[in-house]
């Protein structure tokens, strides 16, 4: 019997740099040449299958997961046993080359299900906040860690963030925020969608295509432009691009450890509703968590969410609220089936 399959939950980093010179953000860290970001990657374990970009920044599908570079901010998150803080170092070091310096890292993940067959630095949180001390400049002088609960002991979300200085936020910023959402025990006949047909003679891009179109991915934000993924012989992965906002999809759809995420970048002022019922609607989790990040979230935010999900059938079972340096308030949703199969 296999004691361990693929490791979906992903690991995620997040980091802003600043430059003294105005023409450098232009680009900035769109700059950094392919070569180099291989190099990254490299060190992570994965590689590029597909890229994209428009006028305000790049996105890469990985071989396990996204990577999404602005002139002054790279999202990184990737799945598996990729050793994902192993990326720090050289993204820092290709950031100094063009003039920019790090501000501010935020690591954050959910609990693996295959816990032991991670390597390090990832062999736990506490592992993981080591390195992470060890490896940040210490001008990142603001730090917190934390892992965040759920009424399940199997659930919890892990929170690493620093920062050089508790700068003010632009105004506007306050609307912002980001969603990720993870999704466990998906609906099986759902989860078949993500299987390739062997021998279909397509490439990863078109076959990619024809599952975001199958499951109604391609509806969740109808201003996106996707750049898709399928896998052989299963799994799936997309970015999306509207205007300077991503969003992201990737699924382990075998059963008995079926897994699927969606991130994006939002406002409080969109759809939210429209955009996890649809969610909801392509997987059926059995059981999913959403983490929001943000400098200002409001209680009637989160009544969308749930008010969004509880209609079909999941159930919000615990909230977890945490404030870290530079204002950032995260919270931490777990829902659950209502109605579950035996």
Not at 53 to 63: E, K, R, T
Not at 113 to 134: A, C, K, W
Not at 266 to 282: C, E, M, T, Y
């Amino acid at each position: 019997m296999a004691v361990s399959g693929f490791e979906g939950f992903e690991k995620r980093l997040e980091l802003h740099f600043f430059g003294d010179d105005p023409i450098i953000f232009q680009l900035g860290l769109r700059k950094i040449v392919f070569e180099s970001i291989q190099q990254v990657l490299e060190a992570v374990q994965c590689t590029v299958v597909s890229a994209v970009g428009n006028s305000y920044f790049d996105a890469y599908v990985l071989s396990e997961s996204s990577l999404f570079v602005y002139p002054t901010k790279i999202i990184i998150k990737t799945c598996g046993t990729t050793q994902l803080l192993k990326s720090i170092l050289p993204l820092i070091h290709y950031a100094n080359q063009i003039g920019l310096t790090l501000c501010s890292c935020r690591y954050t993940r959910g609990s693996f299900i295959f816990p032991n067959s991670q390597p390090f630095p990832h062999t736990s949180f506490n592992d993981e906040v080591t390195f992470l001390e060890d490896t940040i400049p210490s001008n990142l002088c603001h730090r917190k860690a934390s892992i965040m609960p759920s009424k399940s002991s199997s659930h919890s979300w892990h929170v690493f963030t620093a920062h050089s200085s508790i700068t003010h936020r632009n105004h506007s910023d306050s609307d912002i925020f980001t969603m990720e959402i993870c999704m466990t025990e998906l609906d099986p006949i759902l989860a078949r969608k993500f299987f390739r047909r062997p021998g279909d003679g397509k490439t990863g891009d078109s076959a990619g295509k024809e599952m975001t179109e199958l499951t109604g991915i391609n509806e969740i934000n109808p201003n996106a432009f996707i750049c898709d993924f399928a896998f052989d012989p299963c799994g799936y992965s997309m970015n999306g691009m509207d205007n300077d906002w991503y969003s992201t999809i990737h699924v382990t759809p075998e059963d008995g450890f079926s897994y699927a995420s969606f991130e994006c970048v939002g406002s409080v002022n969109d759809n939210i509703a429209h955009v996890l019922r649809k969610v909801v609607q392509i997987f059926r989790p059995g059981t999913m968590s959403i983490s929001t990040t943000s400098n200002d979230y409001s209680n009637e935010m989160l009544k969308k969410m749930v008010n969004a999900v509880e209609p079909l059938g999941l159930k919000c079972r615990s909230r977890a609220v945490d404030r870290f340096p530079a204002s950032e308030t995260v919270v931490f949703q777990t829902f659950m089936a209502r109605r579950r199969s035996v």
